[in-house]
């Protein structure tokens, strides 16, 4: 018996260590991980900084309306200027015509392509995915998006890389169609954080994380204030108990 579950046990790890095309992501510690973790808003505005100068140059973020970015620390009068840099498409106006104007806070982050074949065409025939819930869509979530911004690296021997692609030792299969996107020093930060592309895959990471699901910060909050509540009713109810009982007893 022992050893058919020593047998049952091999079968099923061996497989496991057979496939190792894909090495393991390499595990970042992040502030919003724990269950009452949060952002840091100084990372978060990194992080958007990262996608608006170099990811949404080929990446849209759909899910994300100009005025969701005050979560991220960013004033009202912030947020106009930062939509206002942006054009969008509106209309029909009186005359039927469809018309360009600059984007208002109420406004979603435009996309760069008109439509996906635009950006197929663009990008030697791959689509640049929406990121707006990429590290929920993606196994390993931001660890994953962190590795594959630092996974480019020389193809291993005897693999031949197809036109238009680039080895990346996280991507499944190794060969993306998106070419390294971020160099030392590629952003210039307000904050003065040196711009490696460590720090810069950290942050654009950290706002993908907070862009797939920007309310978790106050789901977390409630969380807290019902475990309070619970709390202070669990001694409330206590002490109602011991006083009821001790007439009882008596
Ligand atoms: C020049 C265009 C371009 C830029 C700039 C760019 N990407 Fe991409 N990206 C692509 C393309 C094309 C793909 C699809 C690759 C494929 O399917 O082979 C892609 C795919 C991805 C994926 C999905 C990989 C997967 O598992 O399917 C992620 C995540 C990603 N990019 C993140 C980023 C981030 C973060 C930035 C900014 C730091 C960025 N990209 C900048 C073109 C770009």
Not at 31 to 60: D, I, P, W
Not at 224 to 237: C, D, E, N, P
């Amino acid at each position: 018996m022992k050893k058919m579950t020593l047998v049952l046990f091999l079968v099923m790890i061996v497989p496991c260590h057979a496939d190792n095309a894909v090495p393991h992501l390499p595990k970042q510690n992040w502030s919003f991980n724990s269950a009452f973790g949060t952002f840091k808003r100084n990372e978060l505005q990194r992080g958007f900084q990262v996608y608006k100068e170099v990811c949404s140059a080929c990446h849209s973020l759909k899910r994300i309306r100009f005025r969701d970015l005050k979560s991220l620390g960013f004033k009202e009068s912030e947020i106009k200027t930062i939509a206002a840099g942006y054009e969008v498409k509106d209309g029909p106006n009186a005359e039927g015509e469809m018309f360009q104007r600059k984007a208002l806070p109420s406004d979603a982050i435009p996309s760069p392509y008109p439509n996906d074949n635009a950006a197929r065409a663009t990008n030697n025939g791959a689509l640049p995915p929406d990121l707006s819930l990429i590290v929920k869509a993606r196994e390993g979530g931001a660890d994953y998006v962190h590795a594959l911004m630092n996974g480019y690296i020389d193809p291993p021997a005897g693999i031949v890389i197809e036109g238009g692609r680039h080895y990346n030792q996280y991507f499944p299969g190794g060969q993306i169609s998106m070419a390294k996107p971020l160099t030392d020093g590629q952003v210039t930060y307000a904050d003065g954080t040196p711009a490696t592309v460590e720090q810069m895959s950290r942050d654009v990471s950290t706002f993908l994380a907070w862009a797939a699901e920007p309310e978790t910060e106050q789901r977390k909050q409630m969380g807290v204030k019902v475990m309070a509540y619970l709390l202070f009713m669990t001694v409330i109810f206590y002490f109602t108990m011991r006083r009821i009982w001790r007439d009882v007893k008596k």
